[in-house]
C-alpha cells in the first residue's frame, strides 16, 4: 500500500499570504496524483489531477506540482473562503490511499 | 448538472447488515467507474470500494473486503454498497463518488454522503 503523508497538519496563515502544502508518498510514481479540498459539513471537492492539472472551476490561485514521492499544493494568495480541509490522493496503485490532511486556517 | 445522491444510512447494530444506494443523474453514467468513499467521525477520507462502468471488474479496501459488495444497475443509474458484518469501526459518513476517467483513479464528483452508525 502506498502511504501518502501530508504537512503539516495544520497551516495557519493571512489573506493575500503564499500557502504550500506538502504531500509525500511512500513509493515513487509519475503524476497520478489528486488533491481535493473539504469544507466542514460538505463534500470534498476535486481540485487538482494529474498533480498538477486544475479541475473544471478551480480558481488560478490554486497550483500543484510534483512527481515521484514529494508534491506540493500552492495557494498562491490566501483568501478567507480557503479554510478548509486539504486531502492528497494517489491513484498510481491499488488501494487507493489518502493522506491525513493539511487543515489550513485564515488568521 | 451532475448528482449522486445516496441514501440507506442509519444506526444499527454490530453483525448486521445495510445497503446503501446512490442515485446518479446529469451524466452517462453506465461510462464512468463509480465507487464509495468514508470518512469516519473527525478522521480522514479512506477508499472503499469501485466498479467499472459495465460492473463487471470491482475492488475493494482490505478493511471490508469479504464483507461488502458493491454493485451497480445502470438501467437505474443507481451503484449500491452492501455491507454485511457491520463493524463499531464501519462507523463513518459514506460517500458516492464518480471516478473522473476510466484510466485515472481520482473523483470529479461526490455525493454530500450518508451517515452509517453501528453500535449497540
Known amino acids: 500500500e502506498v502511504v501518502m503523508t501530508q504537512s503539516p497538519a495544520t497551516l495557519s496563515a493571512s489573506p493575500g499570504e503564499r500557502a504550500t502544502l506538502s504531500c509525500r508518498a511512500s513509493?515513487?510514481?509519475?503524476?497520478?496524483l489528486a488533491w481535493y479540498q473539504q469544507k466542514p459539513g460538505q463534500a470534498p471537492r476535486l481540485l487538482i489531477y494529474?498533480?498538477?492539472i486544475r479541475a473544471t472551476a478551480i480558481p488560478a490561485r490554486f497550483s500543484g506540482t510534483g512527481s515521484r514521492t514529494e508534491f506540493t499544493l500552492t495557494i498562491s494568495s490566501l483568501q478567507s473562503e480557503d479554510s478548509a480541509v486539504y486531502y492528497c490522493q494517489q491513484y498510481s496503485a491499488w488501494p487507493l490511499t489518502f493522506g491525513g490532511g493539511t487543515k489550513v486556517e485564515i488568521k | 448538472e451532475m448528482q449522486l445522491l445516496e441514501s440507506g444510512g442509519g444506526l444499527v447494530q454490530p453483525g448486521k447488515s445495510l445497503r446503501l444506494s446512490c442515485a446518479a443523474s446529469g451524466f452517462s453514467f453506465n461510462n464512468y467507474a463509480m465507487g464509495w468513499v468514508r470518512q469516519a467521525p473527525g478522521k480522514g477520507l479512506e477508499w472503499v470500494s469501485a466498479v467499472t462502468g459495465s460492473g463487471t471488474g470491482t475492488d475493494y479496501a482490505d478493511s471490508v473486503k469479504g464483507r461488502f459488495t458493491i454493485s451497480r444497475d445502470n438501467s437505474k443509474n443507481t451503484l449500491y454498497l452492501q455491507m454485511n458484518s457491520l463493524r463499531v469501526e464501519d462507523t463513518a459518513v459514506y460517500f458516492c463518488v464518480k471516478r473522473r476517467a476510466a484510466a485515472a483513479g481520482d473523483f470529479d464528483y461526490w455525493g454530500q454522503g450518508t451517515l452509517v452508525t453501528i453500535s449497540s
Open positions: 513509493q515513487s510514481f509519475s503524476n497520478n
Open positions: 494529474d498533480a498538477s
